[in-house]
């Protein structure tokens, strides 16, 4: 097969090498595609440059002239995730449909490329950017304010693997891949089945960067079973560094390294955002538009949602009797007879009725503790 490259960096590199030592695969030429981004300079796409061998195609119109040409079948995609979902609409609105990419953990040295490596797109569907998941509801940790209000559940509550596998499999009848999975909670890491959720979210989507957020005092030595299933499928460890979990860094570090299993660590989490209004008058798209979490698409029993709090409100109204409701709109059955993965990204890329519960400016406050949390922890806004 004769392929074109598309993509820059050391992934491209590593692409290159491992077709040039494969027999059955050759590269006829390494894209140059730099988009426009009104900085004057534009921002480069794919990058031909340091692989003189090759020749190189000058935009899209030339890689579409290869191929009319039949010098090439298929383009491959190396680049970084968060830019797959544009770079492959980029390509099939040039009118090639032959698309395979190869998912960014293969960057890392811990992962040999080989022919399974390579995942052919589906073009008939899109690719869902972002999707979060509880595997735990509640914590160990109980954080003031706790935007997923994990420390108001008191009991053990955990995801269901066999309801998250039939979940997972249905996106991946209306998705060619998801960009970023991330198996969270309340702490995930205290759900014994935390590593068939590892497997279930590979399995279907093999492109995905997944990550295991935790806040990391809960990983020990001896969990085997997960460190095995982290490393088998290319999941990092995402750990939060609240102030309790700075002291475990660099444990958590070498226990990472042996394993042999990914692991970033945010810079120190001081201090957390109260948004919550009680009274309802926010406008819904100014809150919205201010929100960093608009983009956190929440999945649960089989319902997505903008981001979490539609699905989670009800923990909030339990605990202090109140009475948020969110609107019948807010929450997407992902089984609607008819629904597509378009209409999903459209329902999830827009503000909620429940946003009028959000003030558009937050309220920061130190990261603490709290064992006996106040429904004002929440409250953003003048009123608090
Ligand atoms: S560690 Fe995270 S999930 Fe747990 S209480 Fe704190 S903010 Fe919530
Ligand atoms: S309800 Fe709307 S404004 Fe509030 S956190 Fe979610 S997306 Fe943001």
Known sequence: MKVALYGYGKLLTKTAKYIENTDGIEIVAIVNDVLNDGSGQGMILSDAGGYEKYPGADGLPALKNIFDEG?????????????????????????????????????????????????WIDNTKPRLDYIEYHISFHCNLNCKG??????????????????????????????????????????????????????????????????VVSNGLMIRETDT?????????????????????????????????????????????????????????????ESYDKCPARHCVYLQDGKVSTCAMPQLIDIYNDHFGCNIKPGTSDVTDIYDPGIKGIDIIERTKRPMEICRYCYPERRNFKWQPSLSPEASDWVGGESN
């Open 225 to 285: 079973e997960l460190f095995k299933a982290m490393r088998e499928c290319a999941v990092y460890f995402d750990v939060s560094m609240y102030p309790p979990t700075k002291g475990c860094i660099s444990r958590l570090d070498d226990i990472c390294k042996k394993e042999q299993v990914m692991l970033t660590v945010t810079p120190e989490v001081g201090e957390f955002g109260a948004s919550l209004n009680p009274k309802g008058d926010s406008s819904p798209a």
């Open 146 to 211: 706790c935007s997923h209000f994990s420390n108001l559940i008191k009991e053990a509550r955990f995801g269901n693997a066999e309801r998250f596998r039939k979940d997972m499999e249905r996106l991946s009848e209306l998705f060619w891949g998801i960009g970023k999975i991330r198996l969270m909670g309340g702490e995930p890491v205290l759900n014994p089945e935390l590593p068939q959720f590892v497997y279930i979210a590979r399995s279907y989507f093999p492109d995905a960067d997944i990550r």
């Open 71 to 119: 010098a090439a079948e298929a383009v491959i995609v190396a680049c970084e995730n968060e830019l797959i979902s544009f770079v492959t609409r980029r390509i099939l609105s040039a009118g090639i449909y032959d698309i395979c990419i190869l998912p960014t953990y293969y960057e890392n040295d811990l992962y040999d490329i080989d022919d399974k490596s390579f995942i």
